[in-house]
């Protein structure tokens, strides 16, 4: 088991372009959770899918938006790139809402000039 | 609102000396803690919580409602402990935080010989 994967592991985009970010949960784990660590900073919650639908979210604007998929892999979009969007971005994966399962990507880091 | 404190970005100890990574919080209630790690070029990955309160690799850490602390303690470091840690805080209950973990903003533990 490959765990939780990410592509790209590295993206450069422009201020005001859109990005896709993918993720393949761990075998067996039914729920995604996505979280932007910028430099220095903890991880901070984005949202979590589970059953393709967007069960919570954090403090980020609607410029982010998920997707989750019938084989439980998972998109992070985002709009309209800022500057302050340069972070890495996060998926973890769960059976369930159980945070104590929570299994961490290694994550994509996205650079935004 | 929830929040984590971690006051120390860098923690220096020497091999076989006590550490203490500190860890406070904000949250009206009772909140699940959780002590996360990241050793170099590894992925983020849970360490202990305060709901099992087992010791895992030789740390502990007491969940002090009163001063609403969550520190971890380790009698006696080892080299292979350097690594980030970061104190998470989840509300309780099986539907209240899903997988949204608040984040502290780590602190780099360094053993040295």
């Known amino acids: 088991d490959a765990g939780v994967t990410q592509s790209p592991t590295h993206l450069i985009k422009t201020r005001g372009q859109q990005v896709t970010l993918r993720c393949s949960p761990k075998s067996g784990h039914d729920t995604v959770s996505w979280y932007q660590q910028a430099l220095g900073q903890g991880p901070q919650f984005i949202f979590q899918?589970?059953?393709?639908?967007?069960?919570q979210r954090g403090n980020f604007p609607d410029r982010f938006s998920g997707h989750q998929f019938p084989n439980y892999s998972s998109e992070l979009n985002v709009n309209a790139l800022l500057l302050g969007d340069s972070a890495l971005y996060l998926c973890?994966?769960?059976?369930?809402?159980?945070?104590?399962?929570?299994?961490f990507g290694s994550g994509t880091q996205l650079s935004v000039l | 609102a929830q929040r984590v404190t971690q006051p120390e970005k860098l923690l220096s100890v020497f091999k076989g000396a006590p550490v203490e990574l500190k860890c406070n919080y904000s949250y009206s209630g009772s909140p699940e803690l959780f002590w996360y790690v990241q050793y170099s070029r590894q992925r983020l990955q849970l360490l202990l919580r305060h709901i099992s309160r087992e010791s895992i690799k030789g740390f502990t850490a007491d969940l002090n409602k009163g001063e609403t602390s969550f520190h971890l303690k380790k009698p006696f470091a080892q080299e292979e402990d350097s690594a980030m840690y970061y104190c998470a805080l989840r509300r309780p209950g099986l539907t209240g935080g899903g997988n949204k973990l608040t984040f502290g903003t780590g602190t780099q533990l360094k053993v040295e010989l």
């Open positions: 973890a994966s769960s059976p369930g809402s159980k945070p104590e399962k929570l299994f």
């Open positions: 899918y589970y059953e393709e639908e967007e069960r």
